[in-house]
């Protein structure tokens, strides 16, 4: 098994490599700058270290050299003569002329000297604007901070939505890392793909979409960006937050709830009707649906308009098996059974009240 050292095993992205690394397989020796761990013993009994320490906000200026530009000339110190495969996590920050940049850049320039004196494979990333689950809010990611306080109801400051800052998903940084493991090592400054480039509004208004969308049950994503933002957004949830009620449309038959809608692949549904109750007896022009049900059973009924010929399905909780409501059939389900009839129904459009595609028709 593959003994792999992470430094800064206790941030954000290194708590996130070092559980996928757990999951692959990998025997990870993490460290902390903040703990007492001897780092030679460390060193000595790994075979890949992947270089997350590093200081990035400090109390004094000169905390940017001891905790990016010394302790990384310590880690490659440690390792002697030996060619262990070094991966360093920097920032883009390098490119700038300031403390935090410059301490950055003296860290790069160390590894690639350490790759080329010793012949090491040696992969040096410059991170952009990290995201996802477990980066600390309100400290030096703006989505971070944002997700935090609009889940837990709290006010979100914006200086100018207009700038655009590119930003990189954690799982993405975790597997382009990983993927470094017996792979050549690198001269040139390697980056983090996919990028995505966002205005500081766009991630606002994203943010605050998913907190309406318990309100509409739109599902609240429309692009790859989004799905990994709203992930993110989940894991800020509040621990009393993690429910929401629906509204359920309740007569004597039972009930209908909707679940989720979707822009462009219709909606999900939970239908319960009680013993002996038929619903349906309609048709439509282009909706389409699946009926699902997961407990009771049912006699599912079509008939083609025009014709006299009944189809019948009959299901049950005891063999899951899907139910395709094609055009132009009129159709019923019919609880059959002894206690309420509960089904899943996906129809391909959401309804529209004013442009309804239902048309009544006994089967």
């Given at each position: 098994m593959?003994?792999?050292?992470?430094t800064?095993?206790?941030?954000?992205?290194?708590?996130?490599?070092?559980?996928?690394l757990k999951?692959q397989?990998?025997?990870?020796?993490?460290?902390d700058?903040?703990?007492?761990?001897?780092?030679?013993d460390?060193v000595?009994?790994?075979?890949?270290?992947?270089?997350?320490?590093?200081?990035?906000?400090?109390?004094?200026?000169?905390?940017?050299?001891t905790?990016?530009v010394?302790f990384?000339?310590?880690?490659?110190?440690?390792?002697?003569?030996r060619?262990?495969?070094?991966?360093?996590?920097s920032?883009?920050?390098?490119?700038?002329?300031?403390?935090?940049?410059?301490?950055?850049?003296?860290?790069?320039?160390?590894?690639?000297?350490y790759?080329?004196?010793?012949?090491?494979?040696?992969?040096?990333?410059?991170?952009?604007?990290?995201?996802?689950k477990?980066?600390?809010?309100?400290?030096?990611?703006?989505?971070?901070t944002?997700?935090h306080?609009i889940?837990?109801?709290?006010e979100?400051?914006?200086?100018?939505?207009?700038?655009?800052?590119?930003?990189?998903?954690i799982?993405?940084i975790?597997?382009?890392?990983?993927?470094c493991?017996?792979?050549?090592?690198?001269?040139?400054?390697l980056?983090v793909?996919?990028?995505?480039?966002?205005?500081?509004?766009?991630?606002?208004?994203s943010?605050?979409?998913?907190?309406?969308?318990?309100?509409?049950?739109?599902?609240?994503?429309?692009d790859?960006?989004e799905e990994?933002?709203?992930?993110?957004?989940?894991?800020?949830l509040p621990?009393?937050?993690?429910?929401?009620?629906?509204?359920t449309?309740?007569?004597e038959?039972?009930?209908?709830?909707?679940?989720?809608?979707?822009?462009?692949?219709?909606?999900?549904?939970?239908?319960?009707?009680h013993?002996?109750?038929?619903?349906?007896?309609?048709w439509?022009?282009?909706?389409?649906e699946?009926?699902?049900?997961v407990s009771?059973?049912?006699?599912?009924?079509?008939?083609?308009?025009?014709?006299?010929?009944?189809?019948?399905?009959?299901?049950s909780?005891?063999?899951?098996?899907?139910?395709?409501?094609?055009?132009?059939?009129?159709?019923?389900?019919?609880?059959?059974?002894?206690?309420?009839?509960?089904?899943?129904?996906?129809?391909?459009?959401?309804?529209?009240?004013?442009?309804?595609?239902?048309?009544?028709?006994?089967?």
């Amino acid at each position: 098994m593959m003994k792999v050292l992470v430094t800064g095993a206790n941030g954000f992205i290194g708590k996130n490599l070092c559980l996928q690394l757990k999951t692959q397989g990998f025997d990870v020796l993490p460290y902390d700058l903040h703990t007492e761990q001897a780092l030679a013993d460390l060193v000595a009994e790994c075979d890949f270290i992947m270089h997350l320490a590093g200081v990035n906000r400090p109390e004094l200026e000169e905390e940017y050299y001891t905790g990016n530009v010394a302790f990384t000339k310590k880690l490659i110190d440690t390792i002697g003569n030996r060619s262990l495969p070094l991966l360093l996590s920097s920032s883009r920050q390098a490119e700038l002329d300031n403390p935090y940049g410059n301490s950055k850049k003296q860290a790069e320039e160390l590894v690639f000297a350490y790759g080329k004196r010793q012949q090491a494979p040696v992969y040096v990333y410059r991170l952009d604007n990290a995201f996802g689950k477990w980066c600390k809010p309100n400290y030096n990611s703006v989505i971070a901070t944002f997700c935090h306080n609009i889940a837990s109801g709290e006010e979100i400051v914006i200086h100018d939505a207009s700038v655009e800052r590119d930003f990189v998903y954690i799982d993405d940084i975790v597997k382009a890392f990983i993927g470094c493991i017996n792979q050549e090592g690198s001269n040139e400054i390697l980056q983090v793909t996919p990028v995505y480039r966002k205005s500081i509004g766009e991630v606002a208004r994203s943010i605050l979409s998913f907190d309406n969308s318990r309100l509409t049950k739109y599902v609240p994503f429309k692009d790859a960006f989004e799905e990994k933002l709203y992930a993110t957004y989940l894991s800020y949830l509040p621990e009393d937050q993690f429910s929401y009620p629906l509204k359920t449309n309740v007569d004597e038959r039972g009930s209908f709830t909707e679940f989720l809608k979707t822009q462009t692949n219709g909606q999900v549904s939970v239908n319960i009707q009680h013993p002996g109750i038929t619903k349906g007896n309609h048709w439509h022009h282009t909706k389409n649906e699946k009926f699902l049900v997961v407990s009771g059973e049912a006699l599912i009924q079509f008939r083609k308009l025009g014709d006299t010929k009944v189809i019948e399905y009959r299901v049950s909780e005891k063999k899951l098996e899907v139910i395709d409501i094609p055009v132009g059939y009129t159709h019923n389900i019919i609880n059959t059974g002894k206690k309420d009839l509960v089904t899943i129904m996906w129809a391909s459009e959401v309804f529209d009240a004013e442009h309804p595609d239902t048309f009544y028709e006994e089967v």
